[in-house]
């Protein structure tokens, strides 16, 4: 008897070994693979601007990036005893305006330099529902409790994901043209929004997801008047695949035990779930045996002795002194 329908999923052609080097941009379901892949010691940069909801806040990141356009004073501001920057997460807020600015500027140097090494990104997209600054007229990507009377909320169409998606892409690959994209749709549901304008907001991204990666193209041009029927004037290298979070989340799991008490995250359970079926994927088979290594060390060095100072505990940690050194004899990144 068959209880659970299942999403197809079959491997990607360019997967992720211990050689790869990631970026990992978006909502905070990226930071929950990104926790399982720095666990196993892949070597990452993670939202460096903090998490990113929705796909123009990732494309002014990438842009100023490869741009090197650095922040200056004009582009924070000062509320309740901090300042702030609307380009980035809360996490990055500072009571000094000179070290908001010089970890901003920072972060825009190391994405840079990540981009450029980069084997694979990965971009999990949170929402289609944005907030505009009325006095500036720009999109931000976090109002800081700014009141909300200073914004007006808007919903991105899908040909605006797509637009903004097509940019983020060719900007990165002005630098760097053998990146992998990995896409995927946060199954985090922004019920705050409504339950309703949750679902335009997924179905926007996904229906925009699917339209560029099926094109196969970078497309930039897809609102241009040069642009052809399709709304692409030029063909351009595969840009990698889209990975179902949403989707396990919603038809494999659904049912609340998955979900923590607030009944919107995932919990540990279905972030375990879901990192199996991202391994089964995005994960060379080849480094598994690497993983497991290191899975074996993570949890020797997370154990606690009844006894620190016996002659068994100094043996057990001998050992795993020895086995982290064959591990990093192999891969010299790997630190513990």
């Given at each position: ?10 491997k ?25 892949l ?32 650095f ?101 990165v ?22 339950f ?33 029927k ?8 595969a ?98």
């Amino acid at each position: 008897m068959k209880l659970q329908t299942q999403i197809p999923l079959k491997k990607a052609g360019k997967q992720i070994d211990y050689n790869s080097q990631l970026l990992l941009l978006g909502s905070c379901f990226v930071e929950n693979m990104g926790r399982k892949l720095d666990y196993f010691k892949f070597r990452q940069l993670q939202n460096p601007f903090g998490i990113l909801f929705h796909p123009l806040a990732i494309e002014k990141l990438v842009a100023r990036a490869i741009q090197k356009n650095f922040y200056s004073e004009s582009d924070i501001f000062y509320r309740n005893e901090r300042w702030h920057c609307f380009d980035a997460h809360s996490d990055l807020n500072d009571t000094s305006k000179e070290n908001l600015l010089k970890n901003l500027n920072e972060s825009l140097e190391a994405t840079r330099s990540q981009i450029e090494r980069t084997s694979h990104t990965i971009i999990t997209l949170g929402t289609a529902w944005v907030y505009r600054h009325t006095t500036s007229g720009n999109i931000v990507a976090n109002c800081h409790k700014v009141p909300q009377r200073e914004f007006s909320k808007e919903l991105l169409s899908i040909n605006e994901i797509a637009g903004s998606l097509g940019r983020t892409i060719n900007h990165v690959r002005s630098i760097n043209k053998s990146i992998q994209f990995i896409f995927t749709v946060s199954p985090v549901r922004h019920l705050k929004d409504g339950f309703g304008e949750n679902q335009r907001s997924k179905a926007h991204l996904i229906s925009a997801l699917h339209d560029v990666l099926k094109t196969r193209v970078t497309p930039s041009a897809r609102l241009s008047p040069r642009a052809g029927k399709d709304g692409n004037d030029k063909v351009g290298q595969a840009v990698g695949g889209y990975f179902p979070s949403y989707e396990l989340m919603m038809d494999e799991l659904r049912d609340y035990r998955f979900y923590e008490r607030d009944m919107v995250h995932p919990n540990l359970l279905a972030i375990d779930y879901i990192w199996e079926k991202f391994k089964q994927v995005w994960i060379s088979g080849e480094a598994y045996a690497t993983m497991e290594k290191v899975d074996d060390l993570q949890k020797g060095l997370q154990h606690r002795p009844f006894n620190p100072g016996s002659e068994q505990h100094r043996k057990f940690r001998e050992i795993l002194k020895t086995k982290m050194a064959i591990v990093g004899r192999e891969y010299p990144f790997i630190e513990f």
